[in-house]
């Protein structure tokens, strides 16, 4: 493969997928297979990526030209060896939203860059030197808690935009819940962008959409660009955001390597590194910060095909219909009830996707250390507690993150201090613990009869 990953060898006779193989991310199918294969990645990541800037009244059509743009850098970073397009952080949701309340669109986009910048050192850091040491900062007991209280921190601003169309809010919910169990394949998949479609039209019937800006818009011409302002109180807001992106990307590497058989741990700092390039980039422009995404995981799973070729027709897809204002605001106009139940769905699954990390990884909560970081941290981000601190203004997110990892290596210095003994901090597995019983059995003394 080339220096900038885009030369792609055929698979096969290009026309379908070999049995018992997958193409590669060094590999394509014919031209005709690969544009539709990239589309499909558009329409996958479509409805998570338009849902950040609605919610946080970001322009779309910029945010959409930003996650185009990013994905082609990120291919071009890591030299086509990683398949992923690069859609809008749910993670930047909740910082955004705080730092406007003060600073404005320019003062949250200004975080945005923060974010991505640190970000793009720790990619170099980790290409460097390997990712053992932020496993050691980052144990999945810490990664679990940060994950899981940024999302519930956003539970009022979901129950905000539900009181507003309850009706609406109730039906949008509904159809993603329903469609999520009643279709499989891709379909299923897009249980939130269904949802969204139908609490859209419910809406037009019930008289909540409002098109006046619709009309107005050309067809064709640049997307809104707005530059950044940089302000000291936003540090506290986006910094946590780096540890969840920092978890996601390496995740993304970690699946993408499972699924196609190729150990890619070497390029885990170039992802990391171009995930900050690409979000530095959009928050100096006017868009969301970015991540790797799981719903073309999905994607890719369903079609077997992982090559980087499909991306590079997502990303240009992506910056082609950015240039369009009409379905720039048509996409604005989805009214409150509509974010209500889909942002209902959506804050909650983050919410729970730090329980999951704490699940996959058999975290041990006997353990008085585990149970502690996880439950201070997560009473932090939920009741929102806020400290200021002269100019610098810390909201749940930011205490919630910095008490899990205080409370964390602080208990375990104290402990490893004292030399009290602690439970495991991860479960065994089941099979250990059979074979540690009969081990027992057997050592113990028989009863005489």
Avoid: C
Avoid at 90 to 117: D, K, N, R, T, Y
Avoid at 258 to 280: E, I, K, Y
Avoid at 348 to 369: A, C, E, R, T, Y
Avoid at 393 to 413: E, Q, R, S
């Amino acid at each position: 493969m080339s220096m900038l990953g885009t030369k792609w060898k055929l698979h096969g006779t290009g026309k379908s997928v070999r049995p018992g193989e997958v193409v590669r991310p060094d590999e394509r199918l014919t031209w005709p297979l690969t544009i539709g294969i990239g589309m499909q990645h558009v329409v996958a990541m479509f409805g998570a990526t338009f849902l950040v800037p609605i919610l946080t009244g970001m322009p779309p059509a910029t945010t959409l030209f930003f996650s185009g743009i990013g994905t082609l850098l990120f291919l071009v970073i890591t030299q086509g060896r990683v398949p992923s397009y690069l859609g809008s952080s749910f993670a930047f949701i909740a910082p955004i939203l705080a730092s406007q309340q003060q600073f404005g669109i320019p003062g949250a986009l200004g975080g945005v860059v923060l974010a991505g910048a640190i970000l793009a050192v720790v990619g170099a850091v980790v290409q460097k030197f390997g990712a053992g040491w932020i496993n050691r900062l980052m144990p999945p007991i810490v990664t679990g808690a940060i994950v899981a209280l940024i999302g519930l921190n956003l539970a009022p601003a979901a129950k905000s935009n539900f009181d507003k169309a309850p009706v609406t809010a109730f039906i949008t919910l509904a159809v993603i819940i329903v469609v999520s169990v009643l279709f499989r394949g891709i379909l299923g998949r897009l249980s939130i962008l269904v949802g969204v479609v139908v609490g859209y039209l419910v809406a037009m019937l019930r008289g909540e959409v409002d098109f006046a800006k619709v009309g107005s818009a050309g067809w064709v011409g640049l997307p809104h660009f707005q530059t950044p302002e940089f302000h000291l109180g936003v540090v506290g807001l986006f910094v946590p955001v780096v540890l969840v992106l920092v978890a996601e990307n390496i995740g993304h590497v970690k699946s993408v390597s499972a699924m196609t058989g190729q150990n890619l741990d070497g390029v885990s700092g170039r992802a990391l590194l171009a995930d900050g390039a690409a979000t530095v980039l959009a928050g100096l422009g006017g868009g969301s910060g970015t991540t790797t995404y799981a719903e073309n995981i999905g994607v890719m799973a369903a079609t077997k095909v992982y090559s980087t070729a499909a991306y590079w027709v997502a990303g240009i897809f992506a910056v082609v219909l950015s240039f369009s204002p009409k379905f720039g605001e048509l996409i604005a106009t989805v009214p409150a009830g509509v974010l209500g139940g889909a942002a209902t769905m959506l804050y909650g699954m983050i919410g729970v996707l730090g329980v999951k990390i704490w699940v996959q990884n058999k975290v041990n909560f006997s353990n008085s250390i585990n149970l502690t970081t996880a439950a201070v941290a997560l009473i932090i981000g939920i009741a929102n507690y806020t400290w200021t601190l002269g100019d610098l203004t810390f909201n749940g997110i930011a205490l919630g993150t910095a008490a899990a990892l205080v409370i964390y290596h602080g208990m375990k210095a104290i402990a490893k201090a004292r030399g009290t003994v602690a439970e495991p901090e991860t479960e065994e597995p089941a099979s250990v613990a059979v074979a540690a019983v009969r081990a027992a059995a057997k050592r113990a003394p028989k009863k005489r009869r």
